[in-house]
């Protein structure tokens, strides 16, 4: 039986031209699903792909003008019998953080990846029809459902908690921390690393539209009260710390956040190092802080979100969710 996958498109570098194969500068978002699946379509993937156009921009412009018809549409597919799996392509700089916000937003009953490039589609080496071939392979395998989404870039597959960008160019651009790859596939073979761990789940949250409005703040040498307090506008109910080492920050910016806590503000202590294990300290139960865990600051924030908006706002009870992300 052929499968059925639903290609829904974003824009980013895998839709992206250059206009001469060696050029630095390209513009994302140029190609448009029809044509990408008509070039897909000599590939010989084996599979029947009907795409969508949700968006065709540039990721760092990605926000919830995206998400929000996104997430209807894989909602859609995933209650569609004739489908079999999801792919959304998507550019690489906010991969991560729509991964991550998928992951806790839907259930884990079908294939959901989501892949991007590195390399604009007329560039020397494109890696963008690779990397989407790898991404057929995967959503078309019955072994992808339960293991929520799931990103594929570089002949790897990386769990959506997991996934970060470290590099800014070349095409091995992901790694996956505190895991690193759960799968390697290539267009004609596909290795996990261990069982579905979220088999049969539903969605950890619910969506929400809009938001609470959640700020990162990256620590730094010489960091002064006045500039976080600065960062930190009327509307805002959370903020997570970039922190330095395992989430520190200057004692003076602890005192001032220590205190907003008593206000009501949520704090989330995360690291800025590429992989940073925050764990709680001493200090956590009386500041009322938060420790991220594994996750990194801009995935610590869509969770913070996420919890604000369901009314969990006990700082204990946003620990858990933290331990168990």
């Known amino acids: ?43 010989g993937l084996g599979a029947e792909l009907s795409g969508k156009q949700i968006a065709n921009i540039d990721s760092a412009d990605m926000g919830p003008q995206v998400w929000n018809p996104l997430h209807a549409a894989i909602l859609e597919a995933l209650s569609d019998n004739d489908c079999d799996g999801i792919i959304v392509t998507h550019g690489t700089d906010t991969l991560e953080e729509t991964a991550f916000l998928l992951d806790l937003t839907l259930p ?16 020397v080496g494109y890696d963008g029809l690779r990397n989407f071939a790898n991404a057929v392979c995967v959503a078309g395998d019955a072994e992808a459902a339960g ?3 799931l990103v594929v870039m570089g002949d790897r597959v990386f769990g959506a908690r997991d996934v970060r960008k470290v590099r800014t160019r070349g095409t091995d651009a992901f790694r996956g921390f505190p895991r690193e790859s759960v799968g390697l596939v290539a267009p004609s073979s596909l290795e996990w690393f261990g069982a579905p761990w979220r088999e049969g789940a539903e969605a950890q949250f ?32 959370g903020v997570v710390i970039a922190g330095v080492g395992e989430g520190n920050m200057p004692d003076p910016v602890r005192q001032m956040l220590a205190d907003k806590v008593t206000a009501g503000l949520k704090v989330v202590r995360a690291s800025r190092a590429d992989e940073g294990l925050v764990d709680r300290e001493a200090e956590d139960d009386a500041n009322g802080f938060v420790a991220a865990r594994a996750l990194n600051p801009q995935k610590a924030r869509i969770l913070l979100q996420l919890l604000i908006a369901e009314g969990v706002t006990d700082p204990a009870a946003i620990q858990r969710a933290f331990d168990g992300s």
């Open 1 to 43: 039986m052929t499968t059925r996958l639903t290609v829904l498109a974003t824009g980013g570098t895998i839709a992206g031209i250059a206009g001469s194969a060696i050029a630095k500068d390209y513009r994302s978002g140029e190609i448009g699903i029809e044509d990408y699946l008509e070039q897909v379509g000599g590939l």
């Open 108 to 123: 884990a009953h079908k294939p959901v990846v989501i892949v991007g490039a590195m390399r604009p589609a007329d560039a």
């Open 147 to 149: 293991r929520g989404v």
């Open 206 to 237: 619910g969506w929400h539209d809009p938001l609470p409005e959640v700020v990162v703040i990256y620590a730094h040498a010489a960091l002064t009260a006045a500039q976080v307090e600065r960062q930190i506008g009327p509307g805002t109910s």
